[in-house]
């Protein structure tokens, strides 16, 4: 099988033994086991909340830069005149 996908035995031994392992060929961490009901965890809901802070912190960046790019932009304009 290694040699028709073109890699090296080993390689795939290792995919398939961390796949058994973790539940996960792409991850040397364990898959979490999802909690029940489909609620998040206090940790996940931690981590959500960090992540849509810094989502929001990037998103005004963004602005900010895109204000800073359209003043130069004018700058521009006014001077090549």
């Known amino acids: ?12 031994h290792s995919w398939v033994s961390r796949a ?3 539940g996960s060929p792409s991850s040397d961490r364990p898959v979490a086991e999802p ?7 206090e940790s ?3 981590e959500l909340e960090r992540l849509r802070a ?13 204000m800073e790019r359209d003043v130069c932009k004018r ?3 006014l001077w090549v005149k």
């Open 54 to 66: 810094e989502a929001r912190e990037k998103d005004k960046r963004i602005r900010e830069l895109e």
């Open 75 to 77: 700058f521009v304009a």
């Open 20 to 22: 058994r392992r973790n």
């Open 44 to 46: 996940e809901r931690a």
């Open 35 to 41: 909690s029940p009901g489909g609620r998040l965890r």
């Open 1 to 12: 099988m290694a040699e028709d996908l073109g890699i090296h035995p080993g390689t795939l």
